[in-house]
């Protein structure tokens, strides 16, 4: 796909049925694993309040994942910005530039942008170690679920679905380049205080956004999330600073 694909238009909201769903069943796909990665997060802070201890809790997370991949295995037929024509090998060596260094970009940001006033809550981050010996196990699990499992959760709802949702509710009409300055707004705005870090996020969901309007690709945003989760990984372990997990 270019920048400006004519197989996409901005539908008429009123064109709709009234009687239309909400969400129709290509929302759902989109939304439905993200959902599950957020009730995950819910459960995992209830058993936290209720005395659960962190150690009890660190396999929450590789359970999450896991209930995230099959998901996004038993939709994947029915994405169709996921398809080979849209797939990463079809990048163009711009565009790939374009995303490697987004990704490295908003990495640094992501580190520098954690002064207090820049943070939601009190963020325990995720721990690995048992007994004060790092669990390489869990690393290596947190690490795979961070750079090849959420980027690709996270991108299909916020930039797929909710982006183009807000600019028109039959949102696989909608052209990436198209959805105009409200879409962009909104959706970063919320994907900045879906984490701890918001401003930090919301650096992010706008660099990932643009990415995904300049190129109207989804691997374009999917590739430099990817890059960012993975590096963050490896410099939280190099450095022992688990609350940015």
Request: with cysteine.
């Amino acid at each position: 796909m270019t920048e400006h694909d004519d197989r996409y238009a901005v539908p008429s909201a009123a064109a709709l049925p009234a009687d239309a769903p909400m969400f129709n069943r290509a929302a759902w796909i989109r939304i439905l694993p993200f959902a599950a990665y957020l009730a995950f997060i819910v459960i995992g802070d209830v058993l936290e309040r209720i005395g659960m201890s962190q150690d009890a809790l660190v396999w929450l997370y590789p359970a999450k994942i896991a209930v995230v991949t099959v998901l996004l295995a038993l939709f994947w037929r029915q994405y169709e910005e996921l398809r080979f024509s849209s797939s990463p090998f079809r990048l163009s060596p711009a565009a790939i530039l374009a995303a490697l260094a987004v990704g490295v970009v908003v990495l640094v940001l992501w580190i520098q942008l954690s002064s207090g006033w820049m943070v939601v809550g009190s963020p325990a981050g995720y721990d690995p170690r048992t007994d004060g010996r790092i669990d390489w196990l869990l690393v290596t699990i947190r690490i795979a679920g961070a750079a090849l499992v959420v980027p690709v959760m996270e991108e299909l709802f916020w930039r797929s679905f909710l982006m183009r949702w807000i600019a028109a509710p039959d949102f696989q009409a909608v052209a990436p380049s198209r959805v105009g300055l409200k879409s962009f707004v909104i959706t970063v705005v919320l994907f900045g205080f879906e984490h701890n870090l918001w401003l930090a996020g919301i650096v992010a969901g706008a660099a990932y956004s643009l990415l995904y309007m300049r190129y109207c690709n989804l691997w374009s945003p999917i590739l430099a999330h990817a890059v960012t989760n993975g590096l963050l990984g490896l410099w939280v372990v190099r450095t022992g600073s688990w609350s940015f997990w």
